[in-house]
T-cell receptor, first 113, second 114 residues
């Protein structure tokens, strides 16, 4: 079946450090891939997405590239800020699957000043 | 303007009680969802409605009953609350972009069962 695997957290970084959060997936065909972010006390919000192989999603300095050959969608940011402290969720969806998203377990990021 | 709004934001109640959470979206989306998030941040889909029709009904105790009076509203009623029901419940709505479903979440309703 379809699944998403994220690196376990928590991840703790100093401000301006480079961030990578790994995400790999298992799915038949060509799923769409997403990163959602959940700031403390809030609901999730879409950070970026990619709908086909080699697409790069980007937003707020974050990037992720849809790599079909490695079934990965790793999240990266060149220089994190304290305000990036949040939980990050990788997810996939497939057309016709009742619009159901398959979620990773989430990775907590804490950025220290 | 709040896109997906849930009420109440906090709910503290005793075991055995019945409670409801309401959700409304003003985005014109045709699909709405209820998710449960536990203390470890694990997200579990519970229900989904498309144009008032139930399309996803995961393995959820039948003490949980969703109701969608119209496509802008999705409410969740819980009977005979148990300690294990304590969690944050998120409502969401979605629309397709290039065939991919993009979800907009509410701020969550934190339920504590004592």
């Amino acid at each position: 079946g379809n699944s998403v695997t994220q690196m376990e957290g928590p991840v703790t970084l100093s401000e301006e450090a480079f961030l990578t959060i790994n995400c790999t997936y298992t799915a038949t065909g060509y799923p769409s891939l997403f990163w959602y972010v959940q700031y403390p006390g809030e609901g999730l919000q879409l950070l970026l997405k990619a709908t086909k192989a080699d697409d790069k999603g980007s937003n707020k300095g974050f990037e992720a590239t849809y790599r079909k050959e490695t079934t990965s969608f790793h999240l990266e940011k060149g220089s994190v800020q304290v305000s990036d402290s949040a939980v990050y969720f990788c997810a996939l969806s497939k057309a016709g699957n009742n619009r159901k998203l398959i979620w990773g377990l989430g990775t907590s990021l804490a950025v220290n000043p | 303007d709040t896109a997906v709004s849930q009420t109440p934001k906090y709910l503290v109640t005793q075991m055995g009680n019945d409670k409801s959470i309401k959700c409304e979206q003003n985005l014109g989306h045709d699909t709405m969802y209820w998710y449960k998030q536990d203390s470890k941040k694990f997200l579990k889909i519970m229900f989904s409605y498309n144009n008032k029709e139930l399309i996803i009904n995961e393995t959820v105790p039948n003490r949980f009953s969703p109701k969608s009076p119209d496509k802008a509203h999705l409410n969740l009623h819980i009977n005979s609350l148990e300690l294990g029901d304590s969690a944050v419940y998120f409502c969401a709505s979605s629309y397709p972009i290039s065939g991919a479903n993009v979800l907009t979440f509410g701020a969550g309703s934190r339920l504590t069962v004592l």
